[in-house]
């Protein structure tokens, strides 16, 4: 999730839209959910649901951060280990950072309900590469086309590809 607060108070705005306009509703799955930051946005929304990492002292930060919600299992878990069905799936500032992103999409195809929907914020234009694209161990910046491609190929439909 980005730290930088205006940037991060216009992406709730968007994932509030996309909330209401495509009628989103847990359970949801986030991700790679780091501290927890959009976890904690849908459960103060009274969603439930379940926030996955990799990384112990991350799934330890984001255990504290969403103490107050008690509908949200917190879980060291990778991709491969996810379990279960989901109505909404977050991949919010996590798919560049995986190697295999296509492969990461597939699974999570998988673990969407029937009308469900997956919603990615990725950073994009490839020709925007940086040194913060380095240090952060992104794998890539997406096209809108690349992006409807992969998600294509793991037999996800896009609706609405945002830049």
Known sequence: MANFLPLKHYMWYCLDRMIERYHLRPPFLDVGCGIGDVSKHVAQQQWEGTAIDFSEPTVARARQNLAAFPKINVALSSLDQVQGSYQTIFLWDVLEHIEH?????????????PGGHLIIAVPSNPREWRWDDDFYGHYRRYTADEMTRKLTQAGLAPLLIWD
């Open 101 to 113: 992103d296509t492969q990461a999409l597939t699974t999570l195809a998988a673990r969407l309900r």
